[in-house]
């Protein structure tokens, strides 16, 4: 099983990333994806989720309204679009897959998921 992260870098508050996160084709397909972030110093935390088939999503209230979840089975990919970044989301961004069926829930949980990806790291300036 392999999840591989990219797309992070350092950015200037109020500025925009995206994460990318390719899979392979049996854990994709079968799997709701998430991404976790953890700040040095910090607890694990759940970001964003995706059901298998890109219908449900679920949002941490701290990037309601800025991140946005998506995910391209065509490709493998599940990505993490960020805008209007603020210092306090400066983290390493993990991706994760949920051996789940289709109608399972999304979960907040790290322990939830049974896939995990190496990090990448987002750096937010004020």
């Not at 995206?18 to 799997?31: E, H, I, K, P």
């Not at 490709?75 to 991706?95: H, I």
Request: charged share 20%; aromatic share 10%; with cysteine.
């Amino acid at each position: 099983v392999q999840l591989q992260a990219s797309g992070g870098g350092s950015v200037q508050a109020g500025g925009s990333l995206r994460l990318s996160c390719a899979a392979s084709v049996r854990t994709f397909s079968r799997s709701h994806m998430g991404w976790f972030r953890q700040a040095p110093g910090k607890e694990r935390e759940f970001v964003a989720a995706i059901s298998r088939g890109g219908g449900r999503t679920a949002y941490a209230d701290s990037v309601k309204g800025r991140f946005t979840i998506s995910r391209d089975n065509a490709k493998n990919t599940v990505y993490l679009q960020m805008n209007s970044l603020k210092p306090e989301d400066t983290a390493a961004y993990y991706c994760a897959a949920d051996w789940a069926i289709s109608s399972a829930p999304l979960h907040d949980t790290s322990s939830q998921y049974d896939f995990w990806g190496r990090g990448t790291l987002v750096t937010v300036s004020s």
